[in-house]
Nanobody, 120 residues
Framework: QVQLVESGGGLVQAGGSLRLSCAASGSIFSISAMGWYRQSPGKQRDLVASIISGVTTKYADSVKGRFTISRDNARNTVYLQMNSLKPEDTALYYC??????????????WGKGTQVTVSS
């Protein structure tokens, strides 16, 4: 079984920065994709950024130029560097991974989420 632990969320003023981390642990043979999603009360959960095979990245239009996703393969950790934060970035941020476990089965996992709040 695989578990994800997110960290780095918090309260920050508009224009500030935060760096989110998500560490995967457990029975992991390989990871093909990792990503960050966010959700605000009463709204759907949307993709913020993802990284596939450790090299290919994509971003939501609303965060392009401000957020950067990266991965440390040796630590099974994905990061989301968030700069020039805006109040509309306020949400619960979730980590998501596609993992091949020790029995070579591909599975998808979600973290519990970390809160990001941006004030004016």
């Amino acid at each position: 079984q695989v578990q994800l632990v997110e960290s780095g969320g918090g309260l920050v003023q508009a224009g500030g920065s935060l760096r989110l981390s998500c560490a995967a642990s457990g029975s992991i043979f390989s990871i093909s994709a990792m990503g960050w999603y966010r959700q605000s009360p009463g709204k759907q959960r949307d993709l913020v950024a993802s990284i596939i095979s450790g090299v290919t990245t994509k971003y939501a239009d609303s965060v392009k130029g401000r957020f950067t996703i990266s991965r440390d393969n040796a630590r099974n950790t994905v990061y989301l560097q968030m700069n020039s934060l805006k109040p509309e970035d306020t949400a619960l941020y979730y980590c998501n991974v596609d993992v091949q476990d020790g029995q070579f089965s591909w599975k998808n996992y979600w973290g519990k989420g970390t809160q990001v709040t941006v004030s004016s």
